[in-house]
């Protein structure tokens, strides 16, 4: 799976909006990319999938430029809730084939009073 | 929620021994895989199955074996437990057949002292 980077700490104010951007230079064409949010001690979950250009659920937004080596993770208005560690995956999750998800190192999310 | 459960949640063994830890499934869904996640680090892929079958292994010696049974569910087994393997074990269970993506368990936190 293509390797991804992204920044390994985060500091926001409660209410603002953050944006995290993972770095993915050797995505495959038929790789997705998805986030996930991790709490201590519990197992992550999962937060959007997206291919190109923009995806938004309930909870957030993911922006994918053109050339799909990058992507941002966008959470409106955050609450002290959102404190977690944010994981970028980029592969095939499912295909018919063998399936692995890679997880880097994420990125440890504070939001502050 | 998403409707994949583990057991136990904590478990505490002596090196040396042997442990058997355990998933099952969100309904619906037909392949599992399982992770070690360190302290401090992203989660780590040590296998799949689907259809009771190895469907793929990450970089894990072979004293880390699996099951999976007819109804989806599935273990995973230890032996010659080492101080190392001290973590939080999760499976995720998924649909192969889609590109939706993996739901985890809350996992199993496990100690060898």
């Known amino acids: 799976l293509a390797k991804t980077t992204q920044p390994i700490s985060m500091d926001s104010y409660e209410g603002q909006e953050v944006n995290i951007t993972c770095s993915h230079n050797?995505?495959?064409?038929?790789?997705?990319i998805t986030w996930y949010q991790q709490f201590p001690s519990q197992g992550p979950r999962f937060i959007i999938q997206?291919?190109?250009t923009k995806v938004t659920n309930e909870v957030a937004s993911l922006f994918i430029p053109a050339d799909r080596k990058s992507s941002t993770l966008s959470l409106p208005r955050v609450s002290l809730s959102d404190t977690a560690v944010y994981y970028c995956?980029?592969?095939?999750?499912?295909?018919?084939?063998?399936?692995?998800?890679?997880f880097g190192t994420g990125t440890k999310l504070q939001v502050i009073p | 929620e998403t409707g994949v459960t583990q057991s136990p949640t904590h478990l505490i063994k002596t090196r040396g021994q042997q442990v058997t830890l355990r998933c099952s499934s969100q309904?619906?869904?037909?392949?599992v895989s399982w992770y070690q996640q360190a302290l401090g680090q992203g989660p780590q892929f040590i296998f799949q199955?689907?259809?009771?079958?190895?469907?793929g292994r990450g970089n894990f010696p072979p004293r880390f074996s699996g099951l999976q049974f007819p109804n989806y569910s599935s273990e995973l087994n230890v032996n010659a437990l080492e101080l190392d393997d001290s973590a939080l074990y999760l499976c995720?269970?998924?649909?192969?057949?889609?590109?939706?993506?993996?739901?985890f368990g809350p996992g199993t936190r496990l100690l060898v002292l």
């Open positions: 995720a269970s998924s649909f192969r057949d889609t590109q939706e993506t993996q739901y």
């Open positions: 050797n995505i495959a064409t038929n790789d997705y």
């Open positions: 997206g291919y190109k």
């Open positions: 995956l980029v592969g095939v999750l499912n295909s018919g084939g063998y399936q692995k998800v890679t």
């Open positions: 309904s619906g869904h037909n392949t």
């Open positions: 199955y689907y259809r009771e079958e190895e469907n």
